[in-house]
Protein backbone atom coordinates (compact mmCIF):
# COMPACT_ATOMS: atom_id res chain seq x y z
CA UNK A 1 0.00 0.00 0.00
CA UNK A 2 0.78 3.43 -0.78
CA UNK A 3 -0.61 6.62 -0.86
CA UNK A 4 0.07 10.10 -2.26
CA UNK A 5 -2.31 12.74 -0.62
CA UNK A 6 -1.23 15.37 -2.82
CA UNK A 7 -3.10 13.91 -5.65
CA UNK A 8 -5.93 12.25 -3.14
CA UNK A 9 -4.68 8.21 -4.56
CA UNK A 10 -3.79 4.99 -2.96
CA UNK A 11 -2.37 2.19 -4.49
CA UNK A 12 -2.74 -1.18 -3.79
CA UNK A 13 -0.02 -3.47 -4.48
CA UNK A 14 -1.38 -7.33 -4.37
CA UNK A 15 0.33 -10.84 -4.21
CA UNK A 16 -2.11 -13.54 -5.56
CA UNK A 17 -0.07 -16.28 -4.12
CA UNK A 18 1.11 -16.06 -0.64
CA UNK A 19 4.22 -17.98 0.82
CA UNK A 20 4.99 -18.50 4.52
CA UNK A 21 8.51 -17.56 3.28
CA UNK A 22 7.43 -14.27 2.20
CA UNK A 23 4.40 -13.19 4.18
CA UNK A 24 3.72 -13.67 8.38
CA UNK A 25 0.80 -15.84 9.37
CA UNK A 26 -1.45 -12.35 9.98
CA UNK A 27 -0.39 -10.72 6.74
CA UNK A 28 -1.81 -13.50 4.65
CA UNK A 29 -4.77 -12.26 2.97
CA UNK A 30 -7.00 -13.71 0.55
CA UNK A 31 -7.04 -12.05 -2.50
CA UNK A 32 -8.96 -13.32 -5.76
CA UNK A 33 -11.08 -12.32 -8.90
CA UNK A 34 -14.75 -12.75 -8.06
CA UNK A 35 -15.48 -11.80 -11.58
CA UNK A 36 -13.21 -10.43 -14.17
CA UNK A 37 -14.45 -6.79 -13.55
CA UNK A 38 -14.87 -7.77 -9.20
CA UNK A 39 -12.17 -7.99 -7.14
CA UNK A 40 -12.19 -9.62 -3.22
CA UNK A 41 -8.96 -7.73 -1.54
CA UNK A 42 -8.41 -8.10 2.32
CA UNK A 43 -7.68 -5.04 3.81
CA UNK A 44 -4.84 -4.62 6.66
CA UNK A 45 -5.48 -6.36 9.70
CA UNK A 46 -6.33 -3.40 11.51
CA UNK A 47 -9.08 -1.79 9.44
CA UNK A 48 -12.41 -1.28 10.79
CA UNK A 49 -15.33 -0.15 8.83
CA UNK A 50 -16.35 2.12 11.07
CA UNK A 51 -13.08 4.14 11.62
CA UNK A 52 -9.94 5.04 10.23
CA UNK A 53 -8.44 3.55 7.03
CA UNK A 54 -11.45 1.18 6.58
CA UNK A 55 -14.31 4.03 6.58
CA UNK A 56 -11.83 5.61 4.00
CA UNK A 57 -12.12 2.88 1.57
CA UNK A 58 -15.70 3.10 2.04
CA UNK A 59 -16.20 6.52 1.42
CA UNK A 60 -13.20 6.58 -1.19
CA UNK A 61 -15.25 8.14 -4.10
CA UNK A 62 -17.78 10.68 -2.26
CA UNK A 63 -14.01 11.88 -0.68
CA UNK A 64 -12.83 12.32 -4.33
CA UNK A 65 -9.98 9.39 -3.28
CA UNK A 66 -8.60 7.38 -6.28
CA UNK A 67 -8.13 3.71 -5.26
CA UNK A 68 -5.44 1.78 -7.78
CA UNK A 69 -4.93 -1.92 -7.88
CA UNK A 70 -1.99 -3.70 -9.19
CA UNK A 71 -1.56 -7.32 -8.93
CA UNK A 72 1.47 -9.89 -9.69
CA UNK A 73 1.05 -13.92 -9.05
CA UNK A 74 3.87 -14.16 -6.36
CA UNK A 75 6.58 -12.23 -5.47
CA UNK A 76 9.23 -14.21 -7.07
CA UNK A 77 9.17 -16.58 -10.30
CA UNK A 78 10.39 -20.18 -10.62
CA UNK A 79 13.75 -19.19 -11.46
CA UNK A 80 14.06 -16.95 -7.99
CA UNK A 81 13.43 -13.30 -9.54
CA UNK A 82 11.36 -10.96 -8.75
CA UNK A 83 8.09 -10.53 -10.48
CA UNK A 84 6.32 -7.41 -11.50
CA UNK A 85 3.26 -5.77 -10.46
CA UNK A 86 0.44 -5.34 -13.44
CA UNK A 87 -1.59 -2.34 -12.95
CA UNK A 88 -5.46 -3.34 -13.12
CA UNK A 89 -7.20 -0.26 -12.86
CA UNK A 90 -9.06 1.93 -10.77
CA UNK A 91 -10.97 0.13 -7.78
CA UNK A 92 -14.36 1.17 -6.80
CA UNK A 93 -15.96 0.47 -3.47
CA UNK A 94 -18.85 -2.46 -3.80
CA UNK A 95 -19.61 -3.43 -0.29
CA UNK A 96 -17.51 -4.75 2.62
CA UNK A 97 -17.87 -7.71 5.19
CA UNK A 98 -15.83 -8.48 8.11
CA UNK A 99 -13.74 -6.12 10.01
CA UNK A 100 -10.03 -6.39 11.25
CA UNK A 101 -9.09 -7.19 8.45
CA UNK A 102 -12.25 -6.51 6.22
CA UNK A 103 -13.28 -8.39 3.34
CA UNK A 104 -14.01 -5.70 0.48
CA UNK A 105 -15.06 -6.36 -3.24
CA UNK A 106 -13.56 -3.46 -5.70
CA UNK A 107 -15.59 -2.88 -9.22
CA UNK A 108 -12.76 -2.78 -12.12
CA UNK A 109 -13.70 -0.20 -14.82
CA UNK A 110 -11.97 -2.82 -17.42
CA UNK A 111 -11.75 -6.47 -16.88
CA UNK A 112 -8.69 -7.96 -15.88
CA UNK A 113 -6.32 -9.46 -18.67
CA UNK A 114 -6.99 -13.11 -19.66
CA UNK A 115 -3.93 -14.58 -17.87
CA UNK A 116 -4.11 -12.40 -14.87
CA UNK A 117 -8.25 -13.72 -14.31
CA UNK A 118 -7.28 -17.38 -14.92
CA UNK A 119 -4.15 -17.16 -11.99
CA UNK A 120 -6.56 -15.14 -9.92
CA UNK A 121 -9.81 -17.08 -10.25
CA UNK A 122 -8.12 -20.12 -9.33
CA UNK A 123 -7.70 -19.12 -5.91
CA UNK A 124 -11.08 -18.11 -5.45
CA UNK A 125 -11.87 -21.83 -5.83
CA UNK A 126 -9.34 -23.18 -3.98
Do not use: C
Not at 48 to 66: A, F, M, V, W
Not at 102 to 121: D, G, V
Amino acid sequence: MAENKELNTELLFIDLIKSEQNFSPTTMYNDYAIREDLFHWQSQNAARPDTGKGLSYIRHQEDGKHILLFIREQKKDEFGNTMGYVFIGEGNFQKSTGSKPMNIQWALAEPLPHYLWNASAKLALG
